[in-house]
């Protein structure tokens, strides 16, 4: 099988483009402008014009109507045994300008590790976002691709001495820590750097609780502050993170207001904070577009009570968020298995994947909403019986199932499903067990993605 995606196995870059969706191109880049408390200072060689000259540099051009007629069109070119993702870099764009709409006063720091393929790095850095990087090699990544090193937050509360030596080199200075063994590290390799205290939040989270590994308690801010200043160390602020898609307002708004409290502290202590970081945790998929409006009138209410002063400025790093509608995998259909009878389910089908649970779907998918969506024409998808079937990923574990249950139209060998909300995490931790092929990359900017 053939010619185009072939392309991918070399790594060029292909994209195929339709019209600009002019919803975005008219409010997108003043997220690179703006900033309620003025403290910020932000890229402004950002703009549009570059994001779209970046874009048509990636050449070649092609019009579809669809993503969906873009992989329809694509469909019989493709390596059966290889899977590729399609990055929809307009829905890049997009998160970008509903968060300016419903966070206009709360800076971004794209959180790296949710995705850290270089051209939504890229794209993040034209759109005027910040970084938060977790380790010494995220860091790398992002300044190769152009970010501002003032524009990153050293995220990771435990640092190595080779890390902070790098991060001081390049003067990526801002970085959390929650003990006094690393504010002996920061003491000793990075003296000057502006540092974050991490509060564990007050979460009940089960899924990803961050604060059963990262942060301190209230009961602890006042002696590693002390400790800090004993070490004569610079900390700014305060920063959280409620853990992983989180669905309670409350977890943010109490976490917010147990900040304060830290803020408090730190001022009788002599310090003079200026950073409020309220983390992550928000849905990227679009079906919970609807709670980010909600969740975020909670949080924009939250921060205005408890710093309603001006002179804090409120920074998020969000990750999940930017990316995972964004990236769709598209798989292939390896095999199947009819059944007959089966006394133990009714189950009528089987797939086998050309991915696996141990691939691409090694992350929990149903909390981030991945979802099956046959590539079929509209009359296919009418014509077809439906059962209820089973996708097994193509490896020879049992465990390795990728959806256990679902109804999807009768399907062949060869073609096609595509998984919606694949963008985040989900490659980065993805292995290639039984030694297959790893998912190709494709950049596609569709109009009307949403
Ligand atoms: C993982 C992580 C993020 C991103 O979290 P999401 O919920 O995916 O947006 C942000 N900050 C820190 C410190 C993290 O560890």
């Known amino acids: 099988m053939l010619a185009l995606l072939k392309n991918d196995y070399t790594n060029q870059l292909q994209y195929e483009t339709v019209e600009v969706p002019s919803l975005i191109v008219g409010r997108t880049m003043s997220l690179s402008n703006n900033n309620a408390n003025g403290s910020h200072q932000h890229n402004n060689g950002s703009n549009k014009d570059d994001v779209f000259a970046y874009l048509s540099s990636l050449s070649p051009r092609k019009s579809y109507k669809s993503l969906h007629d873009y992989l329809i069109s694509k469909g019989e070119e493709i390596e059966q045994d290889q899977p590729f993702y399609v990055y929809d870099l307009a829905d890049v764009l997009w998160k970008a300008q509903l968060w300016e709409e419903r966070f206009s006063n709360v800076f971004p720091y794209y959180a790296v590790k949710a995705n850290a393929d270089p051209i939504l790095v890229r794209l993040m850095v034209l759109l005027g976002y910040g970084f938060d990087c977790s380790t010494e090699g995220e860091i790398r990544l992002v300044l190769k691709h152009g970010a501002d090193p003032k524009k990153i937050i050293f995220a990771h509360t435990i640092k190595t001495h080779k890390a902070l030596i790098y991060a001081s080199s390049v003067g990526v200075d801002l970085m959390t820590f929650d003990s006094k063994e690393e504010l002996l590290k920061i003491s000793e390799d990075f003296p000057t750097a502006r540092l974050v205290l991490r509060l564990k939040s007050e979460s009940n989270q089960t899924f990803y609780n961050l604060s059963k590994k990262f942060g301190c308690e209230l009961s602890e801010v006042e002696d590693l502050l002390s400790q800090a200043k004993a070490l004569n160390l610079n900390v700014v602020g305060i920063s959280f993170h409620v853990g992983a898609l989180c669905e309670d307002p409350k977890t943010y708004t109490s976490t917010i207001g147990k900040s304060r409290l830290a803020f408090d502290i730190a001022e009788k202590l002599g310090f003079k904070f200026t950073i409020m970081d309220i983390g992550a945790g928000f849905f990227g998929s679009t079906e919970r577009e609807g709670f980010f409006y909600k969740l975020t009138q909670e949080i924009r209410t939250s921060l205005k009570n408890n710093f309603p002063d001006g002179d804090v400025e409120f920074i998020a790093e969000p990750g999940c968020y930017c990316v995972a509608s964004a990236v769709s995998l598209v798989t292939t259909i390896l095999g199947k ?12 089908r089987e797939y086998f994947l050309n991915d696996s649970f141990y691939g691409s779907f090694f992350e929990h998918h149903d909390i981030y909403h991945v979802k099956p969506v046959p590539v ?15 996708v097994w990923g193509q490896t020879c574990c049992s465990e390795d199932i990728v959806e256990d249950e679902c109804e999807l ?3 062949e060998d060869g073609e096609l499903i595509r998984w919606l909300n694949m963008g985040a995490y989900g490659k980065g931790v993805s292995s290639t067990f039984t030694i297959v092929p790893s998912p190709a990359d494709r950049y596609v900017f569709i109009q009307n993605s949403k």
């Open 337 to 348: 298995k009819s059944i007959s009878t089966n006394e133990k389910s009714d189950i009528k």
């Open 376 to 390: 079929l024409t509209a009359s296919e998808m009418k014509q077809r019986p439906k059962y209820k079937s089973r």
């Open 409 to 411: 139209p009768e399907m």
